[in-house]
């Protein structure tokens, strides 16, 4: 499944090909592919179709294009600053759908589902496929709705106060301008669960997946299993600073590359993986006590269908652990 960096990766690709492009033909392949927009194709190439791409944007791993018409008919007006997008084209990653952008003359790939044919634009490949061999992604048309704090909607190029309505309900994640570790810190310490538990619930802060919450805990010398309602302002920012630096580590990188699917924008697959320090290092020495001159090797338990990695050295199990 890919995490935050993928997706942000992804976006940073998209917006540089799509933003202020119209949309001019829609081709739907492989139906599947959009079973989420409930009212079916030919409703969800009619919303799509001119339709100008005002934007990308990401909230944790929810990613879409807010969209405005080219004769206004998408856009509503918002404390008088013109028009804005009132639908958004969602996109649903799943586990391996790739947004890739191909010029016109490049042969179908295999698993294409959607083809969004784009204008012209010098330099520029002209078509948006969406490809998803399994099938677990797709895309949908959604309103946009006000933000419940007032701030933009997530990452973009040109924020907005607006949301899609399919994200509405999940927190900021640490990359994000807007994250607020005051509010994060007052729920976190309300919840009686573990610490990696609190770090997975994308109500509370989002984007944090299972392969960058163990590098997070690693960095931060913390447990999993450590309870929230026991945890230290100082450490719950360590854990949350740890988080973005993982996070920003794989974003220079292109992203953790453990699925051959997942590729960026323009078919390139991220290297992350190679510098991971605990997820999917079970038995090799944890790096930090090596360097101290400590024998200890990574374990893997297992934790919630998934698994979890820590150095018994250094992220020692705590006492009255929530696992």
């Not at 649903?92 to 947004?99: A, E, P």
């Not at 026991?230 to 953790?256: K, P």
């Not at 944890?286 to 998934?306: D, L, P, S, V, Y």
Request: hydrophobic share 40%.
């Amino acid at each position: 499944m890919p995490e935050l960096p993928e997706v942000e990766v992804v976006r940073r690709g998209l917006v540089s090909w799509v933003r202020g492009r119209t949309i001019e033909a829609v081709d739907v392949l492989d139906p599947r592919s959009i079973r989420r927009h409930a009212l079916g194709t030919e409703d969800f190439i009619g919303n799509l179709e001119g339709a100008v791409v005002a934007d990308v944007v990401r909230r944790g791993k929810f990613l879409w294009m807010p969209l405005l018409d080219r004769a206004g008919l998408q856009g509503r007006r918002m404390n008088g600053s013109g028009d804005v997008p009132a639908v958004a084209l969602m996109a649903h990653l799943g586990m391996s759908g790739q947004l890739l952008m191909q010029d016109r003359d490049v042969p179908d790939e295999k698993h294409l589902k959607v083809r969004f044919r784009l204008s012209r634009s010098d330099g520029m490949p002209e078509q948006l496929r969406f490809v998803d061999q399994r099938i677990f992604g797709g895309l949908f048309v959604t309103a946009m709705v006000p933000t419940d704090d007032g701030g933009p909607g997530g990452l973009a190029e040109s924020p907005l106060a607006l949301i899609a309505e399919e994200a509405a309900h999940i927190a900021r994640d640490p990359l994000d301008p807007a994250f607020s570790f005051d509010l994060f810190f007052r729920r976190l310490r309300k919840r009686k669960t573990g610490l990696k538990r609190a770090l997975l619930d994308q109500g509370l802060v989002s984007g944090i997946g299972n392969i960058y919450a163990d590098e997070a805990l690693w960095a931060a010398k913390l447990h999993y299993a450590r309870p929230t309602d026991t945890l230290r302002r100082a450490e719950a920012e360590r854990v949350l600073e740890s988080a973005r630096q993982v996070m920003l580590d794989a974003l220079a990188a292109g992203g953790t590359s453990f699925d051959s699917l997942y590729v960026n924008v323009n078919g390139a697959s991220g290297y992350f993986d190679r510098s991971l320090n605990a997820y999917g290092r079970e038995g090799e020495p944890c790096k930090r006590c090596a360097a101290a001159g400590i024998h200890a090797t990574i374990r893997r338990e297992q934790f919630m269908n998934r698994s979890s990695h820590t150095c018994p050295v250094c992220q020692p199990r705590p006492r009255n652990g929530r696992w």
